[in-house]
């Protein structure tokens, strides 16, 4: 993996474009034709190549080949963020009538964007607990049509059995999508274990420096096709050809990046166990985390997210915030600087709290994306504002 995502695929030649071993940036919104009848047979689908950058771009299509090499899957696609690869996917799959079978922590907006479904488009949601194969068939019902999965799930780190959500998905005929955000595909690749769509918020670790905003859909070819030309081409949610870029930049580093995410971070969950001002610590690295067997099993590194607990509740939860230094007071994840963040009052503040409560979210659960400073900083910091809180 880790030589595979500096030598990304370039099935055009266009990375190499005049020997430059960086991808060119194609900085442009419409392409030439040779002549009319060229035109007509790029828009009847009959020649392969470029038109406009809403439907395609080489620097993005770059992008492209690349998440999809590294999720092994066929094809990908690149959105203006992630929020627009996950709404161009689930619209793609789901009719009036459809039932979406959800982990039961997601994100905030993606927690909105199914409430949206629910109320203008007459598609129901359930949020379960998909920790084990008869979980999942609990909760299934004969108009299930998508099972969407956060796995780790934000901001809980609790894991979703993918093996048993794809074995149970695709007896019935529904699909798996699975949100890879958090762990990446470095350290796992749901399309191995059975799911048929991976989507990614890019501007996390993909990218790795906070310096973009762009999201990546990967699954079968005629899908991602159909994608292409329908909820991307209509809706407009296109990435843009710099981000695309960026992100093409990040990636080549992203192994390396995650191994030091993944030391500091159980380093750091250790000690906040043993912090007298912290009541639960919810990380997948850690020996003693609840489900260390499916954890083994489906990945290779606990990622650089932990939820922790303060004993203090939803008060104590936002006191710490504002006694930090060295860590930023910021929502997002996945780069250098070391994030914190209040669910309850930030991300998931427009989740009603008996939602919050069923998605696991305690009103004094902190979450740390931990950065890429030296870890015994980031404990410093910490342990002053924790003290503070006791």
């Not at 266009?14 to 047979?41: C, H, K, N, Y």
Request: with cysteine.
């Amino acid at each position: 993996m880790r030589t595979r995502l500096i030598h990304l695929p370039d099935k055009d030649g266009q990375a190499e474009l005049l020997g430059s071993i960086t991808p060119p940036l194609f900085q442009t919104s419409t392409f030439v034709f040779d002549s009319a009848e060229q035109g007509g047979r790029r828009f009847a689908g009959e020649e392969s190549g470029y038109i406009y950058s809403r439907l395609g771009n080489p620097t993005t299509r770059l992008l492209e080949e690349a998440i999809a090499d590294a999720e092994g899957a066929d094809d990908g696609l690149a959105f203006a963020s992630g929020m627009a690869a996950i709404s161009a996917t689930l619209i793609a799959l789901v009719k009036t009538g459809q039932h979406v079978l959800v982990s039961r922590g997601i994100y905030g907006c993606t927690f909105g964007l199914l409430e949206m479904l629910n109320q203008r488009f007459g598609v129901s949601f359930t949020l379960a607990d998909l920790g084990s194969e008869e979980a999942v068939r609990a909760n299934m019902r004969p108009e299930t049509t998508v099972i969407y999965v956060e796995t780790p799930i934000n901001p809980t780190m609790e894991l979703v059995d993918l093996a048993a959500c794809a074995k149970v998905a695709h007896e019935q005929g529904a699909k798996l999508v699975v949100d890879n955000t958090f762990a990446s595909p470095v350290l796992q690749r749901p399309l191995e274990l059975g799911a048929d769509i991976v989507v990614h918020s890019a501007t996390k670790y993909l990218g790795g420096h906070g310096d973009v905003i762009l999201g990546l859909m990967a699954g079968p070819k005629d899908f991602v096709a159909e994608v292409r030309m329908t909820t991307l081409k209509d809706i407009g949610g296109m990435a843009a050809p710099y981000d695309a870029w960026l992100v093409l930049r990040g990636m080549k580093t992203l192994s390396v990046r995650m191994r030091e995410h993944c030391r500091s971070a159980e380093e750091i969950a250790v000690k906040l166990q043993q912090h007298p001002a912290v009541e639960n610590v919810y990380y997948p690295g850690l020996s003693d985390f609840p489900q260390r067997e499916l954890y083994e099993r489906q990945m290779e590194g606990g990622g650089g997210v932990i939820g922790f607990t303060v004993k203090s509740g939803y008060d104590g939860g936002k006191k710490l915030m504002n006694e930090l230094e060295l860590c930023r007071r910021a929502v997002s994840l996945g780069e250098v600087h070391t994030l914190i963040q209040h669910p309850a009052s930030m991300t998931h503040s427009p989740v009603p709290p008996e939602v919050r409560k069923e998605m696991g979210i305690d009103d004094g659960l902190v979450r740390l994306a931990v950065g890429l400073e030296d870890p015994r900083d980031i404990w410093a910091d910490l342990e002053q504002a924790l003290d503070s809180v006791r």
